[in-house]
């Protein structure tokens, strides 16, 4: 089965410094891999994702990420931090076939943002 | 389009009443996901459908728990009885064939108390 680790529960950076958000996936196949953004209550709103071609992938708000097949690996990044990043930020897999388009989610991480 | 609309944003309710929630998905998507966020469990997928028939309710709790979609632009989750441990935010989300990405509604604060 699929699934998705987030290792870092919660991440506090300062404004301006960069950033990456670790996303560790286990899938046998190509998976599709997203990254989505909830900041406080509201709900996800999609940031990127990707399903094949170039590994690097770019995003909205200034994001993008890097599918490593062999690290098994999606980590977001952005150069610069914003204070209006600070929310959760959740990884999420999929994967061709099979009909399915059930997304499985990690457990998130909390970005705290240091003026 | 206005998006995935959700509704109530908030309700509170009193243990063994039954709850009702209503969501509208975004026109022409085919799939609709109900989740459900708790602190302590994240998201939890509880159904979804595809043209409107149910395809995998093997997240749902509980027979308290119970779902429909009648029509293309409307389902509901229903709780009866409800009880304070079904507490959370649940979201509905949408998504159309070949594309993977769901868009989610604001989501629904359910507190029993």
């Known amino acids: 089965a699929q699934s998705v680790t987030q290792p870092d529960i919660h991440i506090t950076v300062s404004e301006g410094a960069s950033l990456e958000l670790r996303c560790n996936y286990s899938?046998?196949?190509?998976?599709?891999l997203f990254w989505y953004v909830q900041s406080p209550g509201q709900g996800l709103q999609l940031l990127l994702k990707?399903?094949?071609?170039?590994?690097l992938v770019q995003g909205i708000k200034g994001f993008e990420a890097e599918f490593k097949r062999s690290q098994s690996s999606f980590n977001l990044r952005k150069p610069s931090v914003h204070w209006s990043d600070a929310a959760e930020y959740f990884c999420?897999?999929?994967?061709?076939?099979?009909?399915?388009?059930?997304?499985?989610f990690g457990k998130g991480t909390k970005l705290s943002v240091i003026p | 389009d206005a998006g995935v609309i959700q509704s109530p944003r908030h309700e509170v309710t009193e243990m063994g009443q039954e709850v009702t929630l209503r969501c509208k998905p975004i026109s022409g998507h085919d799939y609709l996901f109900w989740y459900r966020q708790t602190m302590m469990r994240g998201l939890e997928l509880l159904i979804y459908f595809n043209n409107n028939v149910p395809i995998d309710d093997s997240g749902m709790p509980e027979d308290r728990f119970s779902a429909k979609m009648p029509n293309a632009s409307f389902s509901t989750l229903k709780i009866q009885p409800s009880e304070p441990r079904d507490s959370a935010v649940y979201f509905c989300?949408?998504?159309?064939?070949?594309?993977?990405?769901?868009?989610f509604g604001s989501g629904t604060r359910l507190t029993v108390v």
């Open positions: 899938y046998g196949a190509t998976p599709y």
């Open positions: 999420a897999i999929t994967y061709s076939g099979a009909g399915s388009y059930q997304l499985t």
């Open positions: 989300a949408s998504s159309g064939t070949g594309n993977y990405g769901y868009t």
């Open positions: 990707y399903f094949s071609g170039d590994t």
